[in-house]
């Protein structure tokens, strides 16, 4: 099983960016997929995540408003449109799934999956 993240890069702020993560291997229908981060010098933070079988999304307050994060079900691949980026927001972004359901209050915990993408960089500057 893989993830395959990509779309970072560096934009000014105020800018926007688009991830992909697509997954291979096998599906997560039954479970969740999501996007995490980590900052130089911070711990990985969660950012947003979809559970696949009833379609619930969850954000982390830093995000809500300028985030999205949508699915594909035919390329078994999730997107996150980030808008209005802010230097804050420059991370390492790491795309994650689990196989498995999950209630709402742990959408947010990264040692609740089990499956990571090899992560990629989102600069904020000008």
């Known amino acids: 099983v893989q993830l395959q993240a990509s779309g970072g890069g560096l934009v000014q702020p105020g800018g926007s960016l688009r991830l992909s993560c697509a997954a291979s291997g096998r599906t997560f229908s039954r479970g969740v997929m999501g996007w995490f981060r980590q900052a130089s010098g911070k711990e990985r933070e969660f950012v947003a995540a979809i559970r696949w079988y009833d379609g619930n999304i969850q954000y982390a307050n830093s995000v809500k408003g300028r985030f999205t994060i949508s699915r594909d079900n035919a390329k078994n691949a999730i997107r996150l449109e980030m808008n209005n980026l802010r230097p804050e927001d420059t991370a390492v972004y790491y795309c994650?799934?689990?196989?498995?359901?999950?209630?709402?209050?742990?959408?947010?915990?990264?040692?609740?999956?089990?499956?990571w993408g090899q992560g990629t960089h989102v600069t904020v500057s000008s």
């Open positions: 994650a799934a689990r196989t498995g359901g999950l209630i709402v209050s742990a959408i947010g915990s990264d040692t609740q999956y089990s499956t």
